[in-house]
């Protein structure tokens, strides 16, 4: 008999332009999450102080600082690591040489890493020499671009992606304007992580929000 895969824990993602905008959604929803993104956009407005200040309020909450390494990984990856984040993000273009700088300092400060996976990129290869330097979560996104175009399908090599990096050990992630309604199609994948960003944060009433996404993770994976 197949075991089914365990519940994916909720990720929020804080992609304001300002802490306040932040934190407002975030204490109500807080309670209903799992792990607290300080999205690029926040990070890129309010710098590392956004992450300190949440860390500061929810010490227990693992921090992602989504600050999508490309280069000068080392440098990057500790100011994230010293500002109280548990996780940091790589693109998935940045070198091989660069994403192990980043997973170097990620082992000095018991952190880890993920890499962001670009809408058309899949190289099996190159992800499993991620995995060999020490990179534990891959990103699988419906980009915003998609879905600015009206496209808000997940596609079938979407969920053959989700498989197939599951399948080499990797905990995956999925995100890209990830509502209720789109959680039902990966029922039975090995999903380690759902991303809600604009359907929690956007919410006339963000702990509401989130506590249906968790329902419907429960209903789904049970």
Do not use: N
């Not at 804080?14 to 959604?25: M, Q, R, Y």
């Not at 996104?141 to 998609?146: A, F, L, N, Q």
Request: proline residues 4%; glycine residues 8%.
């Amino acid at each position: 008999m197949t075991q089914q895969p365990a519940t994916p824990r909720l990720q929020v993602a804080l992609d304001t332009f300002d802490l306040p905008s932040a934190l407002g959604p975030l204490q109500k929803a807080a309670p209903h999450v799992d792990i607290i993104e300080c999205g690029t956009i926040l990070v890129l407005c309010e710098g590392y102080h956004a992450v300190r200040a949440i860390r500061a309020l929810f010490p227990d909450k693992p921090i992602l600082a989504d600050v999508r390494i490309a280069e000068a990984g080392a440098k990057i990856a500790r100011l994230a690591f010293e500002s109280g984040a548990d996780l940091v993000s790589c693109v998935a273009g940045a070198s091989l040489t660069t994403i192990e700088q980043v997973c170097r300092v990620a082992a000095e400060f018991d952190g880890e890493v993920q890499v962001e996976l670009a809408d058309e990129w899949h190289d099996a290869e190159r992800a499993r020499a991620w995995r060999d330097a020490g990179v534990r979560h891959v990103i699988v996104k419906r980009s915003r671009d998609r879905e600015a175009a009206g496209d808000l399908s997940w596609k079938d090599e979407d969920m053959d992606r989700v498989d197939e990096l599951a399948a080499m050990g990797f905990t995956v992630t999925i995100t890209g304007g990830v509502s209720a309604e789109d959680l039902p199609a990966f029922a039975g994948r090995s999903v380690g992580i759902v991303i809600a960003g604009r359907a929690i944060v956007g919410a006339a009433d963000p702990a509401a929000a989130a506590r249906q996404l968790r329902q419907t993770l429960d209903e789904v994976w049970s």
